[in-house]
């Protein structure tokens, strides 16, 4: 009878176990860390036509305690795209069903900052990923692969950032088709940008998230301190709000290094 | 000249990035990955005369893209209090203001279980520590030290996760007064519960919050799956949104163990 009890409570607690602990794709070292993560505040950048980040203060010391009110958009700031954003993407995955091990994946940084510096409408070119395994070998399975366009230290200065012209049209870098379709190929967890968008702002059909949902991937955008991160060997942990059928929402993203 | 030129640059790299990376208490080995996070939807629990968290549908896929507005309260769901939540601590750090290697910490979990099923107002003890640490140690530096009481399995039963009785009091469990006093001894980094509040829900002065924002400690509230970590071992990465001037905010925390 002891026997069968002990039998029963191991099982239970196996099956809890397993329910939530996830095995991830490789094992972490690490001993420091990165905040790839822009600043939240009111006045902080967002996509034209949509709303600004609002904070409200609803109660002050004099009751004993602050408190405050956030509106927001699920796009402001430093975010990640379900695939179920977009049309293409339609009954794929929401917000809250990208698993851990996922989320925690090595991140790849593709620094084009040289071509940027002469093109505020430079698209990330194939050449250039082809350019990136020369040196560092093969982009592997499961990656977040990021362009380091040098964008994100525009992001105290939201008009800088959005860059519209006269005529509406925003002025800023992102993936081209050619190169997304070349990193579907390559099986990444999903791509990342220091911009508002993956799509370069001047192409409001966007392809890159067309291709990029469609496949079920996600996607993060106005990523931070890039600069600090090596083209490989770091890993990143992508503290996604789990806000049930959030097509996207806010993240505290860290990357972690030897 | 070169060599100059050479050399600012230099000195210019080192700068941004000693700016950026930091390093850690301690080096993290891990493989596996749970997720301590309670799930974000509308009808979630939230704290009594606050308002629910609220989530509209702005656009669909008649458009090609969904699109959400969220309106919550900084203390709604898994969320991390700063210093500056309580007049205790006035002046001292707000929730953008905590350092990563802050945030990233060893995890000790206390498991007070078996004392809450008999009392909804269980108060941790300055014994319930003893005796962890008889067991596994003295409790570190710079741990976040979390309460387990089980409370976690109630949050998709909001009346029961709340448990407001017909007088309007609170029936959850928390940390003493004295257990509180203890942790600062130990200089833990902060604390962390899987209820609505460190405080017990029937004690509305807020010892706890008193003494640990008083003393420039953080606080985590509404935790999820403590049962799948060991009472030591594991390290929390707590991915609160940095938002300016904010007193709590929503947070993604994962932990990584091996």
Known sequence: MKQIIHLVFFSVFMLCGSASAETLQMTIHANRAVD?????????????????????RLADYDKGYRMHKFTLWENIGTHVDSP?????????????????????V????????????????????VADIVK???DHGQIGKGCLVVMNTGWYKKFSDPQGYVNQDEEGVLHFPGFSAASAKLLLQREVAGIGIDTLSLDPGNDLSFPVHNIMLGANKYQVENMNNLDALPATGAIVVIGVLPVRNGSQAQARITALMA
């Open 36 to 56: 790839l993560t822009q600043p939240m505040y009111t006045g902080m950048p967002y996509w034209p036509g949509t709303e600004p980040f609002k904070m409200e």
């Open 84 to 104: 179920s954003h977009f049309a293409a993407g339609k009954g794929k995955r929401t917000i809250d069903q990208l698993p851990l091990d996922q989320l925690i």
């Open 132 to 134: 990136w395994e020369a």
């Open 106 to 125: 090595p991140i790849v940084i593709i620094n084009v900052q040289d071509k940027v510096e002469s093109n505020d409408d430079y698209q990330l070119a």
